[in-house]
């Protein structure tokens, strides 16, 4: 997708830090609502992400922590557990040790039973669910993968570097979907204007 058209400033007025929680937003955690959502939205989320990637806020990385905070806080992830079911994590030299060193097996003979290459290359593995994930919970969790420590990754710095990966973990993760829906309802009048100001630009 490409970035914002030349002449969109992205700035907003009041300043971002003032209009957040300034409306109180329903939390959705049905994942197979979620899913119908996602498809729904996909045209306006696109449009969202253009529109995010022209964005010139300071503050957003600010904005969205709050955000992720938020939803982090009150959602349980052991009642979900919907990443483990539909993600392969990139699997590194560390993380495959560390996973052998916990199931007391060779780093060998984990990549035999558990291991393959994606179509990128990257090591993954085998199967999905993941194959550690036993009633919602990861059964190897102290050893778990940086990718999985990492997930849903929005807590870093830099969301609109990431947007990519948020557009495939909307419709995976009810963290993700609440705070770009979120995050969309805070950014409402600027997106407005852009949408009257581009029409169908980037979709």
Not at 51 to 57: R, W
Not at 75 to 85: A, L, P, R
Not at 151 to 173: E, Q
């Amino acid at each position: 997708m490409p970035g914002a058209p030349n002449g969109y400033s992205g700035r907003i007025s009041p300043p971002l830090n003032q209009m957040f929680g300034a409306q109180k937003e329903k939390m959705e955690t049905d994942l197979i609502r979620i899913k119908k959502l996602a498809k729904k939205k996909e045209d306006e989320n696109w449009e969202f992400r253009t529109f995010l990637k022209g964005y010139d806020g300071q503050n957003l990385d600010s904005v969205v922590h709050k955000l992720v905070k938020k939803y982090t806080e009150s959602i349980d992830c052991t009642t979900c557990g919907n990443c483990c079911k539909e993600i392969r994590p990139i699997l590194k030299k560390n993380d495959i040790n560390a996973l052998s060193k916990s199931l007391n097996t060779t780093p060998a003979q984990f990549k035999k039973e558990y291991v393959q290459k994606d179509k990128d290359g990257d090591e993954v593995f085998t199967q999905l669910p993941c194959p550690f994930l036993s009633d919602n919970k990861c059964s190897h969790y102290e050893s778990r993968p940086a990718d999985c420590k990492s997930f849903p990754h929005i807590h870093k710095k830099h969301f609109t570097t990431r947007l990519i990966g948020v557009m495939h973990n909307y419709s995976i993760c009810p963290i993700v979907f609440n705070v770009y829906e979120e995050l969309k309802n805070t950014l409402k009048d600027d997106f407005s204007v852009f949408q009257e100001t581009f029409g169908d630009f980037g979709c």
